[in-house]
DNA sequence: CCGCAACTTGACGCCATGTCAAGAGATCAG
DNA sequence: CTGATCTCTTGACATGGCGTCAAGTTGCGG
């Protein structure tokens, strides 16, 4: 196992990142064997099946990327308002880095990398709700909302779809993402005061 | 060509749509055949590729439902914010109509059904683009806002994906759906009078 | 009756995932 | 030194879609 200085496991996980990074539609099996300068049948012998080497990928990335800590920035905001952005900013910020991987996921079909990036989400969702009822404590959540709806609203503002429409599609930078989902964020979620 | 009452072109569309409709993921050539009623190799006699089925059937939903008729309303409407409406009504509701298909296409990762799939969100664009320019006709556009910018954001708004958060995953009705899109467009666009 | 058009049956190629079997080479314990 | 074990290799094979090909069959119009 620690014969290598670095273990295949790692190697093999940087490679699938990069080669997911790079944006080709189609990253097989065997290209990621090839890359890491192995035989197809070797990832076998560390990965089960694609999706779980998809799903050990999002994980290596969040390790390397420390997702915990940008999140934390985020936890320990004051008020409601500062949350929200700080939120926005963390994951907002984060989807870049994740695209691929994400994109690889999605594009798969069965119910295992369905769940995996379903938990992912719901991750995510549980953020926007922290920042919402921040936002209703500091009682600026607006009167007709429920928490609930809120959240979804929230939820979908920051969905990985959205960044793709505006970054990719449109052309949108990162700032201007970032900046624009705060203020649709306020303007949907925010009383006027 | 007449000698079914209902040709069999017409019925592979009207089956396809509905298995697609059904929500199953794997809708496969087989089985389609199976519905219809006729051998797998026969539906290759009308449509040469999987993909050409699924960009036919989109067309044969769009004359059934009339998509033309929606959108004529959109576009005679007299101020930019009822036009904004209405063109939120048209394509909104337009969506759960071809969600189906919508999904099949999307799953598709080769390059025609991508193109197809492109030339269908253009279109809305289009629509996107068209309201946009009422509203600043109307002088009630958000001054830091271009077109440009206005048109990218309603676009974001109204894509399938932001329909299925809400709708699929979210559990919300239509009509929910469809006023909150105007409202937070209003939001996002429109400038406070 | 001929011929064509729509359809059938059955086989095949392609391609990606995933499986299986039989090793090769290094390392480590005794 | 020997044997066990761990990692990796080569090469073959199964599976499940899509798409293709060839050789019928059926039914209708001329």
Same mark, same amino acid.
């Given at each position: ?9 790692? =190697? ?6 990069s080669?997911?990074? $790079?944006? @080709? &539609? %189609?990253?097989?099996? &065997?290209?990621i ?16 099946t =694609? ?6 990928t999002? *994980?290596?990335?969040?390790d390397?990327?420390?997702?915990? !800590?940008?999140?934390e920035? &985020? =936890? ?5 308002? /500062?949350?929200?952005h700080?939120f ?22 069965? !119910?295992?990398?369905? @769940?995996?990036?379903? /938990?992912?989400?719901? %991750?995510v ?5 922290? !920042? ?8 600026r ?6 928490? *609930?709806?809120?959240? /979804?609203? #929230?939820? $979908? ?18 700032? *201007? ?11 949907a #979620?925010?009383?006027?005061?």
């Amino acid at each position: 196992m620690s014969r290598d200085q670095i273990s295949t496991k790692s =190697r093999i996980l940087d490679t699938t990142w990069s080669l997911l990074e $790079t944006g @080709k &539609s %189609a990253v097989r099996m &065997s290209d990621i064997a090839k890359a890491v300068g192995i035989s197809r049948q070797a990832l076998y012998l560390h990965f089960p099946t =694609r999706a779980e080497l998809l799903v050990a990928t999002t *994980r290596h990335i969040d390790d390397v990327k420390n997702v915990e !800590a940008r999140l934390e920035k &985020s =936890r320990s905001a004051t008020t409601g308002i /500062d949350r929200l952005h700080a939120f926005i900013e963390a994951w907002g910020g984060y989807i870049p880095e994740i695209i691929g991987v994400s994109a690889a996921l999605r594009a798969m079909r069965d !119910a295992e990398s369905a @769940k995996a990036w379903d /938990d992912r989400m719901q %991750a995510v969702r549980h953020g926007c709700e922290a !920042a919402v009822r921040a936002i209703a404590e500091d009682g600026r959540l607006k009167p007709e909302l429920t928490q *609930r709806d809120a959240t /979804d609203l #929230l939820w $979908t503002l920051l969905s990985v779809e959205t960044w793709e429409r505006l970054v990719r599609d449109c052309g949108w930078t990162q700032d *201007r993402y970032e900046q624009t989902i705060k203020d649709l964020a306020e303007a949907a #979620l925010v009383a006027r005061g």
